[in-house]
T-cell receptor, first 113, second 115 residues
Framework: GENVEQHPSTLSVQEGDSAVIKCTYS??????FPWYKQELGKRPQLIID?????GEKKDQRIAVTLNKTAKHFSLHITETQPEDSAVYFC????????????FGTGTRLKVLA | ETGVTQSPTHLIKTRGQQVTLRCSSQ?????VSWYQQALGQGPQFIFQ???????GRGNFPPRFSGLQFPNYSSELNVNALELDDSALYLC??????????????FGQGTRLTVV
């Protein structure tokens, strides 16, 4: 079945350093790849997304890259700040049927001040 | 805020009981999906409702059922609760399932604890 693998499961970086989270998906029909940030006890919030016809997208300190051939996509956060500390989830959405999201298992990012 | 509201926010139930969770979708959205997020895991797709019909289901047993009403709000019902049903239940609404590339907006979730 469809699957999204996410690595690493935990990541600690010093404030100001960069953080990279990687995901691999299995369903070649997936065409939309959002990234969510979830703070403790709160809803997942969309922080950036990328569609299959684009290889890279950037929004201030956050960027996402997509390699459709390899079925890889990555989240890059530069100049990390303590408020970036949260759990980050990648997801892949099939572009047919239910358009359901398949989520990765999450990465707990800790930015050390 | 996303405009998607869920109730209740927290709930404690006893094993074997039944529970109903509610979701009001964002105005104009006709598609609601439900996800279960166990502690330390990513959300898992339960099912989706589109224009009052179930439209896709994940690997959940039949004791998980749902409804969507004419105003597109939705309910998730779980019968014969088990301890492993303890989780955060999220609903997500989107503009129209038939329109590709539409974003889903999550509610704040209902935290269900089964004791």
């Amino acid at each position: 079945g469809e699957n999204v693998e996410q690595h690493p499961s935990t990541l600690s970086v010093q404030e100001g350093d960069s953080a990279v989270i990687k995901c691999t998906y299995s369903d070649s029909a997936s065409n939309y790849f959002p990234w969510y940030k979830q703070e403790l006890g709160k809803r997942p919030q969309l922080i950036i997304d990328i569609r299959s016809n684009v290889g890279e997208k950037k929004d201030q300190r956050i960027a996402v890259t997509l390699n459709k051939t390899a079925k890889h996509f990555s989240l890059h956060i530069t100049e990390t700040q303590p408020e970036d500390s949260a759990v980050y989830f990648c997801a892949a959405r099939e572009d047919s049927g239910t358009y359901k999201y398949i989520f990765g298992t999450g990465t707990r990012l800790k930015v050390l001040a | 805020e996303t405009g998607v509201t869920q109730s209740p926010t927290h709930l404690i139930k006893t094993r074997g009981q039944q529970v109903t969770l509610r979701c009001s979708s964002q105005s104009g959205h006709n598609t609601v999906s439900w996800y279960q997020q166990a502690l330390g895991q990513g959300p898992q797709f339960i099912f989706q409702y589109y224009r009052e019909e179930e439209n896709g289901r994940g690997n959940f047993p039949p004791r998980f059922s749902g409804l969507q009403f004419p105003n597109y709000s939705s309910e998730l019902n779980v019968n014969a609760l088990e301890l492993d049903d303890s989780a955060l239940y999220l609903c997500a609404s989107s503009l129209d399932q038939q329109v590709p590339n539409t974003e889903a907006f999550f509610g704040q979730g209902t935290r269900l604890t089964v004791v």
